[in-house]
Nanobody
Framework: QVQLSESGGGLPQAGESLRVSCAASGRTLSGFHLGWFRQAPGKDREFVAAINWLFGLTYYEDSVKGRFTISRDTAKKMLYMQMNNLKPEDTAVYYC??????????????????WGQGTQVTVSS
């Protein structure tokens, strides 16, 4: 079992930056991908970014490339996402998730087995 808990959401203005964090506990994360997803009101949950926990390889959804950076601290079992140049369309609940699937870097929601409770990010214009 893996337990995930997000923090760091807030109310930034457009153009500002914010970092969300996710604390992981439970079993070892070697062999896992960890990812960030988001869900805006009335929309499906969508992939934002993923990282291979062991090797640190990263993957991004096109709309956040160059603005968001996913990273992890393996010693602390922490996952982060630095979000720069935020836009109103980035407003959503942000979730971290973990998957043992080797294909999880592709961002398919159904491949992720463990989820946090989410943290709200609201970007004002």
């Amino acid at each position: 079992q893996v337990q995930l808990s997000e923090s760091g959401g807030g109310l930034p203005q457009a153009g500002e930056s914010l970092r969300v964090s996710c604390a992981a506990s439970g079993r070892t994360l070697s062999g896992f991908h960890l990812g960030w997803f988001r869900q805006a009101p009335g929309k499906d949950r969508e992939f934002v970014a993923a990282i291979n926990w062991l090797f640190g390889l990263t993957y991004y959804e096109d709309s956040v490339k160059g603005r968001f950076t996913i990273s992890r601290d393996t010693a602390k079992k922490m996952l982060y996402m630095q979000m720069n140049n935020l836009k109103p369309e980035d407003t959503a609940v942000y979730y971290c998730a973990a998957s043992r699937s080797p294909s999880a870097y592709q961002g398919q929601v159904q491949l992720y087995e463990y989820w946090g409770q989410g943290t709200q990010v609201t970007v004002s214009s």
